[in-house]
């Protein structure tokens, strides 16, 4: 990998300027803004999705805080694409410091806009009024404020001209020429070059998490898959993924269940009719009710707890046998939405927690309260119990075990927790223990970190909790189900069984049935609940995956009814992008690394559902207003419709949507 930062310290020694670099066609330009500033600012920071500061994204933030943008070596090794809005942000930043030298780490506040004057708009000359204002400077107004910087800013390709409007604010054209190449170099180098570099090697999601024994139900869907394209939008960014399920298979409950199912069924482990996930379930909920009812049986299972935590043979082949019947149920389900996981549940970390516990102790953190074990966290007033009365673990000490392992054996600089917004507590008490420790960098923006990520309930049409009639939760297998034979019955009204074959019906049933369900949850701000209904998520029209599905098929049709090579195209064809619609379609299109940035930044993968909406919206507008099949810009239309087409089946990837090429 080349040394950038070495490599323009050269150019400069050699009497090279930035502009002459530039126009010798030197690639990473916005490098060249980050060398001139390297050894004057160390680090800034960028508003979530409003603004980016300029520097190579190294996504820290959580729920709670903006994420910080990393200057220096992250940026020039890791072969990331620099976004415009990067770039832009780099040239304001170099004309900031051109004018205010005094005040060398103003932020550049460079955001993407929608108004005709403009693709991007620089809104620093207000905040840089309020502080000059009465003193002596060239500067009489806000205005001149922006009219300064914007003859300041850099020559650049990316600039087609610039214009201020009233207090100072910079409208920003970007050049169509420049978006052209950007767009026509992705199709040959593939979407891959625009992944965005975040600063960060390693991080590990934990998602998921169903509970050994147990069905996996609606409750679990949310989890799964925003779980799933946190993971896939890191890996995207070249970011390794320790895809982690967190799976309750340890604690108490266990000793009640075993020792249940050796009173009422002592041939259990050979009588195949209980061997399904279902079973298991009615057998639990029988334990604990006899574990709540029954004093005699409960010293039992808790001697059980005793044996199985102690390597009894008969209860570890029990419990390794329960084990394995649940882990086959659930990896039907992930399957089934391709979700790929790496089970290491809480009996993983079992054989870690003492030490960890003497750790904690030796640093101070761990007094005695009412017989437990706690550690006190500022500003609450139930401390975190680490060791119960009993001399047990519990929730705290696994979880805080899983952090350390995670941090200090698989060398994550991330941890991200994908749970329901009721847990938010207990991981701000584990995280506030873990940078007392020193685990974690005391400055929660700072890596290493973890975060929780929250989200809210799934509803039923009645406003409360998705229920079945019986007023048990929804088993998730059943709901695809549901959503596939819909999908299936859909198609068939459509007439597709009559053209298709049985396995191609399948398949687009299941894509369009899974696609559905996954997409109707992600377009959601994950924080808020959401309601289940599929006639909503199953329509042809409006914001769901199956109008966007027929979408994606509809620009494969197009390419497909033009009888031409499209590969052949890219190498001997040119983009341009003359028609104000196919303007507005490119630029849409190079926004793209740039929401990806903004939804690592919030973690939120409704911010792809949205940019892929209205990507689906402007092509439609671009198609309806410019001929592409035997136009004169036939060539070039083709390409920028294979662009759009490549982009919908990224996002796709992303929110774990399995794309249709003909519907």
């Known amino acids: ?39 004057r600012i160390s680090q800034v920071r960028f508003s979530k999705r409003a603004v980016f500061s300029g520097r190579g994204l190294q996504v820290l933030a959580g729920d709670s805080g ?46 993407a806009c929608t108004n005709k004057f403009g693709d991007y708009q620089c ?4 905040g840089i009024w309020s502080k000059i204002k009465g003193k002596s400077s060239e500067f009489k107004s806000p205005n001149a404020v922006g009219q300064g910087i914007a003859k300041a800013l850099p020559s650049s390709p990316l600039i087609e001209k610039t214009s201020v409007a009233g207090p100072g604010f910079i409208n920003i054209i970007v050049s169509s020429r420049w978006m052209e190449e950007r767009i026509h170099k992705m199709l040959i180098d593939g979407l891959g070059s625009w992944a965005p570099s975040l600063g960060l090697k390693r991080a590990v999601v934990d998602f998921s998490s169903p509970n050994i024994a147990k069905e996996m139900h609606v409750g679990h869907l949310r989890s799964t898959i925003i779980g799933d394209s946190i993971a896939k939008m890191l890996e995207y960014c070249n970011v390794e993924v320790l895809r982690r399920n967190h799976v309750g298979d340890w604690g108490t409950q266990f000793g009640m269940l075993i020792e249940y199912l050796f009173n009422e069924y002592p041939n259990w482990d050979q009588n195949s009719e209980e061997h399904a996930v279902d079973k298991l379930q009615a057998l639990y909920k029988s334990s604990k009710k006899r574990f709540d009812e029954d004093p005699l049986f409960k010293k039992q299972a ?3 707890v005793v044996l199985l935590q102690g ?19 659930f990896d039907q389900v992930y399957n089934r939405l391709r979700v790929v996981l790496e089970e290491k549940g809480e009996s993983f970390y079992n054989p870690y927690i003492p030490s960890v516990i003497k750790e904690l102790e030796s640093k101070g953190l761990v007094s005695e309260s009412e017989g437990a074990r706690v550690i006190h966290v500022e500003g609450q007033n139930i401390p975190l119990i680490v060791v119960k009365t009993d001399g047990g673990f519990n929730y705290a000490s696994t979880d805080l075990t899983a952090l350390w392992y995670r941090l ?34 005391a400055d929660v923006k700072q890596l290493p970190k973890a ?60 894509a369009l049935g899974y696609g559905a369900v996954k997409y109707a949850d992600l377009k959601n701000n994950r924080t808020t609940n959401y309601t289940f209904n599929f006639d909503q998520m199953l329509d042809v029209r409006g914001n769901t995956a199956v109008y966007l599905l027929y979408a994606h098929a509809r620009i494969c049709s197009i390419i497909r009814k033009s009888g031409k090579d499209i590969d052949e195209l890219k190498k001997i064809g040119s983009l341009r992008l003359a028609h104000e619609n196919e303007r507005l379609l490119g630029l849409h299109l190079i926004r793209f690394p740039e929401i990806i940035e903004d939804a690592l930044a919030d973690l939120l993968p409704n911010t792809v559902c949205e940019y ?28 920028l419709c294979e662009a759009a087409a490549v982009i919908m089946r990224e996002c796709f990837e992303l929110l774990g949507i399995t794309p249709l090429y003909r519907l």
């Open 66 to 111: 903006p994420a910080e943008a990393a200057i220096g070596k992250e940026m020039t090794t890791s072969g990331g694409c620099v976004p415009a809005r990067q770039q832009l942000a780099t040239l304001v930043k170099d004309a900031l410091g051109s004018l205010f030298p005094e005040d060398a780490g103003m932020e550049p506040l460079v955001a």
């Open 408 to 441: 200090n054996v698989e060398k994550a600089d991330w941890i991200v927790y994908v749970t329901d917004v009721g847990q938010s507590l207990h991981f701000e008490m584990v995280f506030y223990a873990a940078r007392r420790a020193g685990w974690l960098a």
């Open 311 to 329: 390597g009894d043979k008969r209860y570890r082949e029990a419990w390794e046998q329960i084990c394995s019947i649940s882990r086959n149920e």
């Open 1 to 39: 990998m080349v040394d950038y930062l070495s490599l323009l310290d050269g150019l400069s020694k050699q009497g090279i300027s930035v502009s002459g670099i530039q126009s010798a066609g030197l690639q990473h330009l916005a490098l060249c803004r980050t060398w001139l500033t390297f050894r």
């Open 302 to 304: 808790q001697q059980a």
């Open 123 to 126: 809104n620093n000359a207000m």
């Open 612 to 639: 892929l909406y209205n990507l689906s919206e402007i092509f439609t507008k671009f198609y309806s207003t410019c001929k592409v099949i035997g136009s004169s810009e036939e060539t070039s239309r083709l390409l």
């Open 451 to 510: 975060t929780h990520v929250g989200f809210g309930l799934v509803l039923g049409p009645d406003g409360k909790r998705f229920r079945t009639r019986a007023t048990e939760v929804v088993r998730l297998a059943d709901l695809l189900d549901e959503a596939k034979s819909r999908s299936e019955q859909g198609l068939v009204d459509r007439g597709r069984e009559d053209i298709w074959e049985a396995d191609e019906l399948e398949q687009a049933a299941e």
